[in-house]
């Protein structure tokens, strides 16, 4: 089984208890994302999530067309 790469790692992920947390945050200090050091830092770890999810598709790709060959 593959295991899905997703690619939502650069948003924040809300739960119920975070919303209700959220209703008392007045000054926006709970909010807290995927935080890099620099810009570069950011885009070398959305291109690598790219491509990691680029190589997932096509080795998915690649199973699906071996189960569609007739065996020999």
Known sequence: MIQKVKSDFLVAAPSFTSGVGRLLDWY???D?????????EADAKAMFSDWRIAGQDVYSAMLDFENTQPVK
Do not use: A, Q
């Open 32 to 40: 807290s994302y995927n935080v890099s050091h620099s810009g570069h």
């Open 28 to 30: 926006g200090l709970y």
